[in-house]
């Protein structure tokens, strides 16, 4: 599945703020796209995850659905995922928050 915007989705809305130092960034991306390839995508409940680094290098913004909050929680508590979480947690803060979309304007 692949993410769709909508305020009608039936999915929990992950946005993921890291904040790190320039040098880090793309070090901090390879890592997601890690721990997302090998591990995140094929627990369930996940239905995508997107990555955007900012231009002045200083965040990566992680997008992703899951089909519950529930699900988001198991894959966190998963000793797999987390061993990823750890190793970004050296070097990058997280503030990760679940959402709901209220509105789209096109």
Excluded: C
Aim: glycine share 2%; charged share 20%; net charge negative.
């Amino acid at each position: 599945m692949t993410t769709t915007i909508a305020t009608d989705q039936d999915v929990a809305t992950l946005i993921n703020v890291f904040t790190v130092e320039p040098e880090d960034q793309e070090r901090l991306v390879q890592l997601l796209n890690e721990a997302t390839k090998q591990v995140i995508r094929h627990r369930p409940g996940f239905v995508s995850a997107n990555l955007h680094a900012s231009l002045d290098g200083t965040r990566v913004v992680n997008y992703a659905q899951w089909r519950s909050p529930e699900d988001l929680q198991a894959m966190l508590a998963d000793p797999a995922a987390s061993e990823h979480i750890t190793a970004i947690q050296d070097f990058a803060i997280a503030e990760p928050r679940l959402y709901t979309v209220t509105d789209i304007h096109r």
